[in-house]
């Protein structure tokens, strides 16, 4: 495929789906973009891609950030029978080929990639970026294009001296805030499930991310989103006002000084341009 690179249209990101319903992010323009993530179905992602006019044939690559279904269920279908190049760790790609329940191997589509080590798509600079989590391997991406600098960072089952170091150069953030401590704590999930989830190969709670939010913030951050949100131990309000307050005791304020938005569960998000 041959595309024509477009310098000065305008980038957007929005997300198709976020959570353990499945997860899948956009960001380009509107004659090509990426997602990150593919873990909806493939018909789901071509009707939500096409509520904002873009074409599936104009994505030009999928970024996964580690194995689990809810990460990769479409990657095997977009990359072998689209000819979507798939970008992931060998770690990852080893785990994609294993998986019972992905029923298209990635022969011709497979990328391999190493942390910490740029590759570039077009305008995007990418660098894949260590993340604890109990999957096979585990990845963020900082990309940078123009003058922007965007990370994602999900699953993350603590904020390590590089994950950190990631969050803190983006203008745009997708961060986890995956659930609330006390509705986790006062859950129907039985005791081992609990711990996982808090282990620090889990996920982040709600006031791990606004603590290290409201403690890092830098007048450079312009975009936050949550993601990857519990739907048994977290809401949107309960996220966003954690967050929000975090911030207010800071003296930032949301709106103002910085945007913030919750990415809901199977849910198409609204489009934020840059």
Sequence with gaps: MQFT??????????????GSCGNCYFLGNPHWGILIDAGIGPRIIKKRLAQYGIQLSSI???????????????VG????????????????????MNHSLIRNNL??????IEKGEMFQIEDFKITAFNVPHDSVDNSGF??????????LATDVGAITDEVAYYIC??????????YDEEMLNNGRYPYHLKQRISSGVGHLSNRQTAEFLADNYSSDLKNIWLCHLSGDNNSPEVA???????????????????????????????????
């Design 107 to 112: 022969n011709g589509s497979t990328k391999y």
């Design 77 to 96: 279908w977009l990359g072998e029978k689209l000819h979507i190049p798939v970008y992931a760790t060998r770690e990852v790609h080893k785990a994609i």
């Design 240 to 274: 966003y006002q954690t967050v929000e307050t975090h911030l207010h005791r800071k003296g930032i304020k949301v709106g103002r000084q910085v945007s913030l938005q919750v990415l809901e569960r199977n849910i198409l998000s609204s489009k934020t341009d840059f």
């Design 169 to 178: 150069k983006a203008n745009h953030l997708v961060i986890e805030a995956n």
């Design 5 to 18: 690179l477009f310098p000065s249209e305008q980038f957007s990101f929005f997300s198709l789906s976020s």
């Design 142 to 151: 900082f990309i940078q294009f123009d003058n922007h600098r965007f990370t």
């Design 60 to 74: 030009m690559a999928i970024l996964v950030t580690h194995d689990h279904y809810d990460h990769i269920k479409s």
